[in-house]
């Protein structure tokens, strides 16, 4: 049976060629959706983890989120440094992350941070930060590059960057008179991490020294005093991470910092917030596979209007299988077991398409979009996926296996050659 099958669709290769590739696109249509879907929430998860609280100026939860850990979005107010330190000295808190964004490198954000980001900050399952080469910022103008500035860029220990004054991908004011040395390469993350330049934040004060309007108002002769000899400490910082001694106690430190009477200021849980974040994006996120599964279901029809097609032209073939002792049985089994090859076929060419694609748009989303989808086997619920998209084929094809079935063998035998 398995034979006759394979020599009818030989037979029919080019119907039978172009049914399979509709449903192979709308497989690996559909397997692309949820696994990009999937990709994305991992990616966003993984960003950040074993931070308790993320606190910064009273705007959103969402917002304060997005430019603080994803750095998506810019910065409208600031923290004030007594306020962090404040916070920073509090007997429950047990460590503190200050960030402070605003400027760039080529397109990739600059993050000023202190020595605490490469000892505390988790990603994923609470991985530390690891240094592919080099060390952390120890002199003034230190620079510590990501994984992706690095490679994309092409830097090396030892390179020299400019930094920009703020977060256009081409910027006309830049830091030229203060020029900085790489000397540490962070390990990959598939995190924002990756691209993102780290400074210490006494460097970001030191380089936006004049420029306190938002422009540089005064040209420092060349021979001016070495920074480092000035205090250095900033003003204002954009956000920071805290770690709690007790995760008990996350909730009691939130609701004081949001009930702060000094500044306005913001407290948010990071779980929290990506709850509220898949909330806002969940409608769009149905709808997205909602397209997909109608992808499937278009290919699904274009290979029952081919079966359905070739059906009267093989009602003389089905009668001489009846007649040489095939039973109805068999005729319907025959054009099920057609469908059904149609639609392995077709599921294995779409799992292949799919990997071809996520070959090529892999780098694309790291770079300008933060996801990484990782070219790994196929998750539980994508075999799910191909299972139902067969089981909806052998359905698909019972219609005309049971017009088929139904049929005698006169009615065959009467169809001129």
Known sequence: MFRLALQSLWNRRVAATLTVCAIAISVALVLSVQRLRTGARESFSNTVSGADLIVGARTGPLNLLLYSVFHIGEVTTEVSWESYQKIAKHRDVAWTIPLSLGD???????LGTSDAYFQYFRYGSSRPLMFSSGTPFHDLYDAVLGADVARNLHYHLGSVIILSHGLGDVSFTQHKDKPFRVVGILAKTGTPVDRTVHVSLEAITAIHE???TGRRIAVAPPKAEDPRKHD?????ITA???????????????RAINEYDKEALLAIMPGVALDQLWQLVGVADTALMIVAAFVVVAGLLGMLTAILTSLNERRREMAILRSVGARPAHVFGLLMLEAGILAALGAIAGIGLMYVGLVVARPLLEQHYGVFIPAEPLSGTEGLILGAVIVAALLSGSFPAWRAYRNSVSDGLLVRA
């Open 104 to 110: 760039s490198h080529r397109g990739y954000r600059v």
């Open 210 to 212: 004049g420029w306190e």
């Open 232 to 236: 250095l400490t900033p003003m204002r």
């Open 240 to 254: 920071f991470i805290v770690g709690m001694r007790s995760r008990v106690m996350a909730f009691t430190m939130q």
